[in-house]
Nanobody, 115 residues
Framework: QVQLVESGGGLVQAGGSLRLSCVVSGSVASTSPMGWYRQAPGKQREFITS???????SYSDSVRGRFTISRDNAKNTVYLQMNSLKPADTGVYYC?????????WGQGTQVTVSS
C-alpha cells in the first residue's frame, strides 16, 4: 500500500514563492516516476512536472523556468519549488507516484495566488 501526503500550500501574492512537499509511504523504488499535477477551479487536472532522477525531469510549458521539481529518496519525498507565482497558478496541487504499474495520488494541497 502506498500513501502520499502533500503539504506547503497556502495563499501568496503574485510574484511570490511557495514550496510544496509530498511524503510517500511504502516501498517505492528510488527510480519510480513521481511528479505533480494541478487542477484549477472548473478545469481538468493538468500535468505540471515529473521526475525520475535529478537529470531526468520534465515540465509543462506553463511552469518551465519558474517551477523546480526535486526528490530526496532517503526521505521518500518529492518537492515542488514554485517561484514567480501568477494568479493562473491557483488550484489544487496533487502529487503522484507510479507504483506497481499505476498512478497513486495524494489528497491535494490548495495554492491560491492573489493579484
Amino acid at each position: 500500500q502506498v500513501q502520499l501526503v502533500e503539504s506547503g500550500g497556502g495563499l501568496v501574492q503574485a510574484g511570490g514563492s511557495l514550496r510544496l512537499s509530498c511524503v510517500v509511504s511504502g516501498s517505492v523504488a528510488s527510480t519510480s516516476p513521481m511528479g505533480w499535477y494541478r487542477q484549477a477551479p472548473g478545469k481538468q487536472r493538468e500535468f505540471i512536472t515529473s521526475i525520475i532522477s535529478a537529470d531526468t525531469t520534465s515540465y509543462s510549458d506553463s511552469v518551465r523556468g519558474r517551477f523546480t521539481i526535486s526528490r530526496d529518496n532517503a526521505k521518500n519525498t518529492v518537492y515542488l519549488q514554485m517561484n514567480s507565482l501568477k494568479p493562473a497558478d491557483t488550484g489544487v496541487y496533487y502529487c503522484y507516484v507510479v507504483y506497481m504499474g499505476r498512478l497513486h495520488w495524494g489528497q491535494g494541497t490548495q495554492v491560491t495566488v492573489s493579484s
